[in-house]
């Protein structure tokens, strides 16, 4: 049972369809850790050109779902409430296996450093019990609303 739903999540990331990647939050330590799934469609729309014939979903966009879910982590804290996680950098990412349509990934991403705005968060991604993706992933949050 998921503890927040695509609606509870777009409460706290701006990410919005076709480019929110997490269906739903399975675990939250607030500011620490999130586990999110993202339900992988034949419908999606990036399968239509990636590839023709054998869809494969991108690397970048796993990486993406997992900072999405670090997002909801680290936003989730009223320290940050309403506002944004850029991308400062991606480190030693590894795609291991392919996602392809009727997967369902398991998302994990555990924020292990921060300092004011910055940080930083192991992010691996999961097929079943096959690790498909991992990445060390570096935040910066914005200011939010003035």
């Known amino acids: 049972m ?7 999540i777009m409460e706290i990331i701006p990410h919005r369809q076709p480019f929110m ?3 739903t939050i399975e675990e939250l330590e ?7 799934r993202k339900c992988v469609s034949y419908n999606e729309p990036f399968f239509a050109g990636h590839f023709p014939g054998e869809p494969v979903m991108p690397g970048v966009l796993i990486i993406e779902a997992l900072a999405q879910t670090g ?4 936003l989730s804290s009223p320290d940050f409430k309403g506002r944004t996680a850029y ?3 991606i480190n030693k990412a590894k795609f291991k296996n392919k996602v392809i349509p009727g997967d ?6 555990e924020i292990v450093t921060l300092k ?6 192991n992010a691996r991604a999961f097929v079943g019990e096959k690790l498909v993706a991992q990445a060390e992933l570096t935040f910066a ?3 939010g609303e003035e």
């Open 21 to 23: 990647l997490v269906d």
């Open 141 to 143: 949050i914005g200011k």
């Open 71 to 74: 997002a909801v982590a680290i």
């Open 30 to 36: 607030v500011g620490k850790r999130a586990v999110g």
């Open 104 to 109: 369902v990934l398991t998302l994990e991403t």
């Open 116 to 121: 004011g705005p910055i940080g930083i968060g």
């Open 87 to 89: 991308f400062a950098a």
């Open 2 to 8: 998921s503890i927040m739903t695509a609606k509870e």
